[in-house]
């Protein structure tokens, strides 16, 4: 399954970049599987590498991976599955939270 992914920049010179890249996974790929295959190949490495990445499908939180616990929420579901019962295209966003405290306070 051919998948297009955008991500926030990290740092001001991370920002000099495009970060839009297109990728081939598995058709039977899940959240978790595809944080795997973007920590090695594409999210930066971050120091104290405790940050938090969130994905989103057209403006809609999927799941989010906290980097330092390697923890996961909503981490089993298939990409495919959330694809299959849309009609959008196969664009997913990664937002990018400097701490966890900061992606908990998103839901305040």
Not at 15 to 27: Q, S
Not at 45 to 62: F, K, M, P, Q, S
Request: charged share 25%; glycine share 4%; with cysteine.
């Amino acid at each position: 399954m051919r998948i297009i992914i955008d991500r926030d920049a990290v740092c001001a010179g991370d920002d000099m970049n495009h970060h839009r890249e297109e990728f081939v996974v598995p058709d039977d790929i899940t959240i978790v599987g595809l944080f795997e295959f973007l920590e090695l190949k594409y999210i930066p490495v971050i120091a104290g590498n405790n940050v938090v990445w969130t994905l989103y499908y057209h403006d809609r939180e999927l799941g989010a991976y906290f980097t330092k616990i390697q923890s996961f929420i909503n981490g089993n579901i298939s990409l495919s599955s959330i694809i299959n019962k849309s009609e959008k295209d196969h664009e997913f966003y990664l937002h990018y939270y400097s701490h966890p405290d900061r992606y908990r306070k998103h839901f305040i």
